[in-house]
């Protein structure tokens, strides 16, 4: 009896053991064809799959594979096609077949591509590289056919908003849907007659706007058509308009918005101090006067020369840490302190322009935190710039006013009709209330 329980137990075990060595002998077969690194075609531990009941681009997933991925930091387009197993003949032959095409030093991290291949496949038929949020690549990996540009369908639709500054503007405008670059072709259009940086609870504007929608949706491009802010009860306008080929922004007069001087030196930030003949100063912890308003703003913040002049000093020194002081004429002349680092090029002597980056900010010198203190100089006097009122240039050629005119009333018309309380409105008169 205790001779067949031990031939038992032992046949148990052997048959134990070969089952695990018939189990290992599986997994190592399938991890071997890689049926866990690949599903359908798609590494799906670094690349995205699609669901089969859209379309990539024209590529209907019913019928192909895609896998999608980013490009990455340094990455090369021969680089990409050798990770899908191309060889090195065919890569050559396809980035020849490009050229004219697609510039290849214009391959941007993050954009999107994609290889895509038949069901049945096991190399992908086609490539298909985002060059921008309106154009895409694509390429026939076979080369049956050549390389070529597809754009995106686009829809320019006008839009506009209009509200009041609660705690910011740059919060009220992203509220409201704006984009990026529509708020610097704002700030830009009014940036020598609004101070962004000092606007108030209760002050209102009005945008109105084109905007591409690419493939039924809302894109970062476009253009500002009009602008109005009221900042206290004092009223400001920007209108586009064309003059000899060239579209600038002007005034309700016809006036170009391009005056001598910006309001400040950098884009949006926050005004930590203004200007006052006594401040406590955070780091020497007595009082003394403030000849300059500081804009903080995190490090490496570009700074602008706030007009057109001659760098007299681009230095260090204990208490300003890295400056840059401009003369612009007889009697104008501006510096800013605390600087990461200048911008390259700009030294004494070197000539500078409206708007060109002189330098980043920084917290060098008897600074407490990154930002960079504005001074402001009118015949050799120190004063607070924001309550200086620069001329504006000379009007449009008098030929142009009606035309000018016409355009304008067009675009009052539609800055009457916007409300306040109103979060966003389009053309097709979709609205949503703040």
């Not at 409201?176 to 007659?193: C, P």
């Not at 004092?234 to 007069?253: C, L, P, Q, T």
């Not at 539609?414 to 306040?420: A, E, H």
């Amino acid at each position: 009896m205790n001779l067949q329980k031990s031939i038992q137990r032992l046949l148990q075990i052997t048959s134990f053991l070969g089952l695990l060595i018939i189990n290992a002998f599986v997994l190592h077969f399938m991890l071997d064809f890689e049926l866990f690194k690949t599903q359908n075609g798609c590494d799906v531990q670094s690349k995205e799959c699609l669901a089969s009941d859209q379309e990539y681009f024209g590529f209907s997933l019913d019928h192909f594979q895609v896998t999608r991925a980013k490009v990455k930091s340094g990455q090369l387009l021969p680089k990409i096609f050798s990770d899908f197993g191309l060889s090195q003949t065919k890569i050559s032959s396809l980035i020849g077949s490009m050229d004219g095409v697609l510039n290849l030093r214009n391959i941007r991290q993050g954009n999107s591509y994609a290889m895509i291949c038949s069901n049945e496949c096991k190399a992908p038929d086609y490539f298909v590289y985002e060059i921008d949020a309106m154009k895409y690549l694509v390429c026939d990996l076979s080369g049956q056919s050549c390389p070529r540009i597809e754009f995106k369908n686009n829809e320019l639709k006008r839009e506009e908003v209009g509200g009041y500054i609660k705690n910011s503007l740059w919060n009220a405008l992203q509220e409201q849907g704006v984009s990026i670059n529509i708020i610097d072709q704002m700030e830009d259009a009014l940036a020598t007659s609004v101070d962004f940086h000092h606007l108030q609870e209760g002050n209102s504007f009005k945008l109105v706007f084109d905007r591409h929608w690419i493939e039924g949706q809302p894109s970062n491009m476009g253009d500002l058509v009009a602008a109005y802010f009221n900042t206290n009860d004092k009223e400001h306008y920007a209108f586009k308009f064309e003059v000899n080929n060239r579209s600038g922004y002007y005034d309700y007069n016809g006036r170009p918005l391009r005056a001598a001087f910006l309001k400040a030196p950098v884009r949006f930030s926050r005004i930590t101090s203004g200007f006052t003949m006594r401040r406590f100063h955070p780091v020497l912890k007595y009082a003394r006067p403030h000849f300059g308003t500081d804009y903080a703003a995190p490090t490496g913040t570009p700074i602008m020369a706030v007009g057109n002049g001659v760098v007299s000093a681009a230095a260090y020194s204990g208490g300003n840490g890295k400056y840059v002081k401009i003369k612009h004429d007889k009697t104008y002349e501006s510096q800013y302190l605390h600087m990461s680092r200048f911008a390259a090029g700009i030294r004494a002597g070197s000539h500078v322009s409206q708007g060109q980056i002189i330098g980043y900010v920084g917290s060098t010198g008897l600074a407490t935190g990154p930002h960079v203190c504005f001074r402001f100089w009118r015949n050799g006097t120190q004063v607070d710039h924001r309550k200086l009122n620069f001329p504006s240039g000379e009007p449009m050629p008098s030929n142009l006013l009606p035309d000018f005119g016409a355009q304008r009333d067009e675009l009052m018309k539609r800055f009457n009709q916007i409300k306040v309380t109103t979060a966003y409105n389009r053309d097709d008169s979709r609205v949503r209330k703040s």
